[in-house]
């Protein structure tokens, strides 16, 4: 079983720097974002994946609070980018 969650991880990981290529490139601002938020995602994911693998507990509670400035964050530049101002 941990070596499913190993692959998954070495794959995860792939696939996030596949959607790096996409947020450096992106043709648009609003195709960058959802690059972004994807990778943030996949990294909330890998952490919890490690965590699982080496048995700490403390990890996802890590990813939580990653996974939460992640969503923030992506809601601040879509309004920042709708608005052109944040407040």
């Given at each position: 079983?941990?070596?499913l969650?190993?692959?998954?991880?070495?794959?995860?990981?792939?696939?996030?720097?596949?959607?790096?290529?996409?947020?450096i490139v992106g043709?648009?601002?609003a195709?960058?974002?959802?690059?972004?938020?994807m990778?943030?995602?996949?990294?909330t994911?890998?952490?919890?994946?490690?965590?699982?693998?080496?048995?700490e507990?403390?990890?996802?509670?890590?990813a939580?609070?990653?996974?939460?400035v992640?969503?923030i964050?992506t809601?601040?530049?879509?309004?920042?980018?709708?608005?052109?101002k944040l407040?």
């Open positions: 079983m941990i070596n969650f190993i692959g998954a991880s070495i794959i995860l990981t792939l696939l996030s720097f596949a959607s790096l290529y996409r947020a043709p648009t601002v195709d960058q974002v959802v690059a972004i938020n990778i943030s995602t996949k990294i994911v890998i952490i919890i994946l490690v965590a699982l693998i080496l048995g507990k403390n990890y996802v509670d890590v939580l609070i990653y996974a939460m992640s969503f964050t809601i601040s530049v879509a309004k920042y980018l709708e608005r052109g407040f």
